[in-house]
């Protein structure tokens, strides 16, 4: 089992920058694969980006290629999302997810822990 926080949302206008972090319980962090994922209003929770288990890899949405990076920190047992150059677009809850299985990927249900999430809201 393993909780996930996230942290570090809020109000950032077009073409700044943000980072969001997700904090996670237990011992075994470092054995999950890592996603984030976001949601906007009347919109399906879409994948943002994930990360392996010793963070030697990273995929990412083709909507936040370049602009956004995603890293870890085992030894704090967090995830981070750094987010550059945003864009109205971007609003969203942000979620970040734990792969149980070992899964790396974009697949929403291959991921079975999730945070509450955390509100990014980008003005124009």
């Known amino acids: 089992q393993v909780q996930l926080v996230e942290s570090g949302g809020g109000l950032v206008q077009a073409g700044g920058s943000l980072r969001v972090s997700c904090a996670a319980s237990g011992r075994t962090f470092s054995s999950y694969p890592m996603g984030w994922f976001r949601q906007a209003p009347g919109k399906e929770r879409e994948f943002v980006a994930a990360i392996t288990r010793s963070g030697g890899n990273t995929m990412y949405a083709d909507s936040v290629k370049g602009r956004f990076t995603l890293s870890r920190d085992n030894a704090k047992n967090t995830v981070y999302l750094q987010m550059n150059s945003v864009k109205p677009e971007d609003t969203a809850v942000y979620y970040c997810?734990?792969?149980?299985?070992?899964?790396?990927?974009?697949?929403?249900?291959?991921?079975?822990?999730w945070g509450q999430g955390t509100q990014v809201t980008v003005s124009s």
């Open positions: 997810a734990a792969s149980s299985w070992g899964y790396y990927g974009a697949a929403r249900s291959n991921y079975g822990y």
